[in-house]
């Protein structure tokens, strides 16, 4: 368990509301009064809203980058989590990390390729992935670097949990188990490591312990309930649950069986933790317990006096939260939050 100036959990995800009461409404007004014009006239034609977007009284609720995180092709794009209700958040504001840009994958030429130590190397279109038995599951994604600035000591007044957390995002993803895929293949005795590759510009490639692999790890063709965006790997991706997020290769195209780790580009001159002694440590893959509060938050405004809900988040690669502890004086005494379900492992 860790404690933050605020908010500690134990320990993907839940909305934990930390206290639980309502601001005084404003009086009531007769029903002559001010009758608003949307209730007399008739609305927007729907013939031609082939695809539904928010309100856009809504239109301050994006996703954001920050300038010295975004280059042409590469960079990172952050969630709202501020302005966001539950855990799950909406495909157009899930978290964006890129290393070479988004590439438009025609779904029906996608073939995802498994070989090295296997019985049958075997070659898979997405309809022949989509043959096999589906699963859905609500996951947690981060990256790697999110909350990076308190480690530079770089908070700025003005952040948001936007700024500080925005590289977190969670939905229902729909897929095929890869447990199910690679027994296709014949897993041969040895085969301890998996490379992932997948099919950007820099072919992002990471080492994957095959028993994450065996375990709970989904090929993900489905988010929210809608194919994956392309920016969130179309037409298939890897998740790999409560592990950090570029691990969960995007446009996935190859996996490698072999017997030691592949010692790839991304995994050796970066996404390694820096020890004190100057050494780095390689392949710390779960993401450990975080909690934030989202509402109030820096940035939002208050525009009631009196109570308010005080909502936020706890979540961890290592299973289930199972307490989340709130402060009001500066961690001098800490008090229990009510834990919001669904409370997921």
Same mark, same amino acid.
């Given at each position: 368990?860790?404690?933050?100036?605020?908010?500690?959990?134990?320990?993907?995800?839940?909305?934990?509301?930390?206290?639980?009461?309502?601001?005084?409404?404003?009086?009531?007004?007769?029903?002559?009064?001010?009758?608003?014009?949307?209730?007399?006239?008739?609305?927007?034609?729907?013939?031609?809203?082939?695809?539904?977007?928010?309100?856009?009284?809504?239109?301050?609720?994006?996703?954001?980058?920050?300038?010295?995180?975004?280059?042409?092709?590469?960079?990172?794009?952050?969630?709202?989590?501020?302005?966001?209700?539950?855990?799950?958040?909406?495909?157009?504001?899930?978290?964006?990390?890129?290393?070479?840009?988004?590439?438009?994958?025609?779904?029906?030429?996608?073939?995802?390729?498994?070989?090295?130590?296997?019985?049958?190397?075997?070659?898979?279109?997405?309809?022949?992935?989509?043959?096999?038995?589906?699963?859905?599951?609500?996951?947690?994604?981060?990256?790697?670097?999110?909350?990076?600035?308190?480690?530079?000591?770089?908070?700025?007044?003005?952040?948001?949990?936007?700024? !500080?957390?925005? *590289?977190?995002?969670? =939905?229902?993803?729909?897929?095929?188990?890869? @447990?199910?895929?690679? /027994?296709? +293949?014949?897993?041969?005795?040895?085969? !301890?490591?998996? *490379?992932?590759?997948? =099919?950007?510009?820099?072919?992002?490639?990471? @080492?994957?312990?095959? /028993?994450? +692999?065996?375990?709970?790890?989904?090929?993900?063709?489905?988010?929210?309930?809608?194919?994956?965006?392309?920016?969130?790997?179309?037409?298939?991706?890897?998740?790999?649950?409560?592990?950090?997020?570029?691990?969960?290769?995007?446009?996935?195209?190859?996996?490698?069986?072999?017997?030691?780790?592949?010692?790839?580009?991304?995994?050796?001159?970066?996404?390694?933790?820096?020890?004190?002694?100057?050494?780095?440590?390689?392949?710390?893959?779960?993401?450990?317990?975080?909690?934030?509060?989202?509402?109030?938050?820096?940035?939002?405004?208050?525009?009631?006096?009196?109570?308010?809900?005080?909502?936020?988040?706890?979540?961890?690669?290592?299973?289930?939260?199972?307490?989340?502890?709130?402060?009001?004086?500066?961690?001098?005494?800490?008090?229990?939050?009510?834990?919001?379900?669904?409370?997921?492992?």
């Amino acid at each position: 368990m860790i404690r933050r100036t605020i908010l500690r959990a134990g320990v993907t995800l839940a909305a934990a509301p930390l206290a639980r009461a309502i601001a005084a409404p404003a009086p009531a007004q007769s029903a002559a009064e001010g009758v608003p014009r949307w209730t007399k006239e008739q609305g927007a034609p729907i013939a031609d809203d082939h695809y539904g977007a928010p309100s856009p009284f809504e239109s301050h609720v994006v996703r954001r980058p920050r300038d010295k995180l975004l280059f042409d092709t590469s960079g990172s794009v952050f969630t709202p989590l501020q302005h966001l209700d539950g855990i799950i958040t909406p495909n157009g504001l899930h978290y964006i990390r890129s290393h070479a840009g988004t590439p438009a994958i025609d779904p029906d030429q996608h073939r995802l390729m498994v070989h090295g130590m296997v019985d049958r190397p075997l070659s898979f279109s997405m309809e022949d992935l989509m043959r096999f038995p589906s699963v859905s599951a609500i996951h947690f994604l981060e990256c790697s670097g999110n909350t990076g600035l308190y480690k530079q000591s770089n908070i700025k007044p003005d952040y948001t949990v936007q700024d !500080t957390h925005g *590289l977190l995002s969670c =939905a229902e993803w729909t897929g095929v188990r890869l @447990s199910d895929v690679l /027994a296709e +293949a014949g897993v041969q005795p040895g085969a !301890t490591w998996m *490379l992932a590759e997948g =099919a950007d510009a820099c072919a992002m490639t990471r @080492s994957i312990p095959v /028993a994450k +692999a065996m375990d709970d790890a989904i090929l993900a063709y489905s988010q929210n309930g809608e194919r994956l965006r392309p920016e969130q790997g179309y037409p298939l991706r890897l998740l790999l649950p409560g592990y950090e997020g570029n691990t969960n290769i995007k446009w996935l195209r190859r996996l490698k069986l072999g017997p030691v780790p592949f010692e790839t580009r991304e995994e050796t001159s970066k996404y390694t933790d820096l020890e004190p002694d100057g050494k780095a440590l390689q392949f710390n893959f779960v993401m450990r317990v975080k909690s934030v509060i989202t509402r109030p938050s820096p940035g939002l405004q208050l525009k009631q006096t009196g109570f308010h809900e005080i909502t936020g988040l706890a979540w961890s690669g290592n299973g289930r939260v199972t307490r989340v502890e709130v402060s009001a004086d500066g961690g001098a005494s800490w008090t229990d939050a009510a834990l919001q379900g669904p409370v997921l492992p």
